[in-house]
C-alpha cells in the first residue's frame, strides 16, 4: 500500500498501542521502547524495502498554561515528536523506537511515565528514505553504489540499522558498507549487540568516533570493541577528510547523513 493508505490503516487500527517493554541496546538515557499492535499479525510496514520512516508521536500535557509559547508548540493541549522505526519491517505484532530521553525534557517527563498497558498515540509511518537511492525492486543501485559511507551521530543511527540490515541479508550484494558513529564516550554507543554482529560480514566495517576529550575519557577496553576502529576524536571536516584518505575512500562515493530525530 501507498505511504497514504497506510497512515490510515494505523489511524483505522485505533492507533498502535502497549508501551510493553524495553529492550537491550540502548542505554541510561536512551531507551527501546516495543509497542504492541492490535493484532498478532499486523503489520506496520507494507514491505521489507520500507526502511528508514518513521512515526508522529501525540503526547497529551496534564498542564500546560506555564508553558511559554516560545518554548515548545502546543496544539489542543497536547505536543508531537518523530521518531524512527528501529524494528524490522517484516516486524508482526510489535514494533520498536528509540527514545532518547532528556532531564528537562517536557516529552521526556511524559515518556518516563509509561507504564506496561498504557495507550501512545501514533500517526505514519512517513519518509521516503529508501526511496533515495534503491530501485523499485529494493535493491541498491549498484550502478552508482560500489561503497556507501553512512555518517551519524547518537539516535541517528536507528534508520541506518534497517539499511544495513536489508543489504546484508541480500546474499546478492557485494557493496562495501562503512558506518561512522559519533558517540560522547563509549558508554553512550547504542545498539553495540546488533553491530558487533554486522561487523562479521566481510563488506562491513564500523568505526567510533568518541567525542569526549582524551583527559576525562576513561581507557576503551580494547577486546571489547575488537570488531571496530577506535577514534578518540570529535567529527568535524578534517577528521573525515584524513579519514576518508587513510582508508582510501574515493569522495565521489555517496555519505548518507541520518536525520536525527528526537
Request: aromatic share 10%; net charge neutral.
Amino acid at each position: 500500500r501507498s505511504g497514504g493508505d497506510m497512515e490510515e490503516a494505523v489511524r483505522r487500527r485505533g492507533d498502535s498501542k502497549e508501551a510493553a517493554r524495553m529492550h537491550e541496546g540502548g542505554t541510561n538515557d536512551t531507551l527501546i521502547y516495543q509497542f504492541e499492535l492490535p493484532y498478532a499479525t499486523a503489520r506496520l510496514l507494507p514491505n521489507k524495502f520500507a526502511i528508514g520512516q518513521h512515526l508522529i508521536l501525540r503526547l497529551v500535557l496534564e498542564n500546560h498554561s506555564d508553558i511559554a509559547e516560545d518554548q515548545i508548540q502546543v496544539t489542543n493541549g497536547s505536543i508531537t515528536r518523530q521518531y524512527t522505526i528501529l524494528s524490522s519491517p517484516s516486524a508482526q505484532g510489535y514494533f520498536d523506537i528509540m527514545i532518547k530521553l532528556y532531564n528537562d525534557g517536557i516529552a521526556s517527563q511524559i515518556i518516563r511515565r509509561w507504564k506496561v498497558g498504557d495507550i501512545a498515540e501514533f500517526r505514519g509511518p512517513f519518509g521516503e528514505f529508501a526511496e533515495r537511492f534503491l530501485t523499485s525492486s529494493g535493491k541498491l543501485n549498484r550502478t552508482e553504489f560500489g561503497h556507501v559511507v553512512m555518517l551519524v551521530a547518537g539516535t541517528g543511527i536507528a534508520p541506518m540499522i534497517q539499511l544495513i540490515k536489508s543489504l546484508l541479508d541480500d546474499e546478492d550484494c557485494d557493496i562495501k558498507l562503512q558506518l561512522l558513529c559519533s558517540f560522547r564516550t563509549s558508554s553512550d554507543i547504542l545498539l553495540e549487540k546488533e553491530l558487533r554482529g554486522f561487523a562479521e560480514f566481510w563488506n562491513f566495517k564500523i568505526s567510533y568516533f568518541i567525542s569526549q576529550s582524551n583527559a576525562e575519557l576513561p581507557a576503551i577496553p580494547p577486546v571489547k570493541f575488537h570488531y571496530a576502529n577506535i577514534i578518540q576524536k570529535r567529527i568535524n571536516n578534517e577528521i573525515l577528510s584524513e579519514y576518508f584518505a587513510s582508508h582510501k575512500i574515493d569522495l565521489k562515493f555517496y555519505i548518507f547523513q541520518s536525520r536525527i530525530l528526537i
